[in-house]
């Protein structure tokens, strides 16, 4: 971390986290319930329902999950074979090391 910085964020900064989230929740249920009892809010509007969350390493997994989970807003969890199979328009070249960098590791 950078010089002065704290490792976690302030409790303060914990219930503002949890404040959005919340509320982030309940925008989601007035929108759902909107969508059905006022369809003509929606014409004319792209939506994508859910949010696929990827994460590299455990602990922040573990924070964002613990986060999510308590306002309720988890939808599902998978794995990365879950992932691989369920979502194959991730399976891109973005995802996979490069050519010249699987190369480049191969000629050490």
């Known amino acids: ?48 329902h859910d949010i696929l969350r990827l994460y590299q390493d455990g602990p922040h997994l573990e924070a964002a999950r613990h986060r999510q989970n308590a306002v309720g807003a988890t939808v599902a969890s998978y794995g990365a074979a879950e992932v691989r199979r369920g979502f194959p328009h991730w399976r891109t070249p973005l995802l996979r090391p490069s050519p010249a960098a699987s190369s480049s590791r191969g000629s050490r």
């Open 1 to 48: 971390m950078g010089a002065g910085l704290p490792e976690r964020p302030s409790l303060a900064g914990q219930g503002v986290q949890r404040d959005i989230l919340g509320l982030n929740r309940r925008g989601g249920e007035l929108w759902q319930t909107w969508m059905h009892t006022r369809p003509h809010l929606f014409d004319d509007v792209e939506l994508r």
